[in-house]
């Protein structure tokens, strides 16, 4: 069992910066890959990034690649989102997730954990 709590998320103005991070509880962090999604109200949940759990490879969509950077800290147990240069559309409710299978995915339905998410408000 994998127990997620994302932290981090707040109201910033379009150019602005956010660091998301979110700490995992349990054993064998470093097995999991780790992903980042968002929702929007409205809209479906999409991919944001994910990583690996040795945290040498990574994923990101082509909407944030350039802005965003995912990382771990496998001896902190946590996961972590750098947002820079965001965007109003950017605005959405960021949830982490864990894959147990350790492979870098895009599809919500593969993660097996999830946190309960932290809001992100971008201003114009």
């Known amino acids: 069992q994998v127990q997620l709590v994302e932290s981090g998320g707040g109201l910033v103005q379009a150019g602005g910066s956010l660091r998301l991070s979110c700490a995992a509880s349990?054993?064998?962090?470093?097995?999991?890959?780790m992903g980042w999604f968002r929702q929007a109200p409205g809209k479906a949940r999409e991919f944001v990034a994910a990583i690996r759990g040795s945290g040498v490879s990574t994923l990101h969509a082509d909407s944030v690649k350039g802005r965003f950077t995912i990382s771990r800290d496998n001896a902190k147990n946590t996961v972590y989102l750098q947002m820079n240069n965001l965007k109003p559309g950017d605005t959405a409710v960021y949830s982490c997730?864990?894959?147990?299978?350790?492979?870098?995915?895009?599809?919500?339905?593969?993660?097996?954990?999830w946190g309960r998410g932290t809001q992100v408000t971008v201003s114009s």
């Open positions: 349990g054993r064998s962090f470093s097995s999991y890959a």
């Open positions: 997730a864990a894959d147990g299978s350790d492979y870098l995915r895009g599809n919500p339905h593969e993660y097996d954990y």
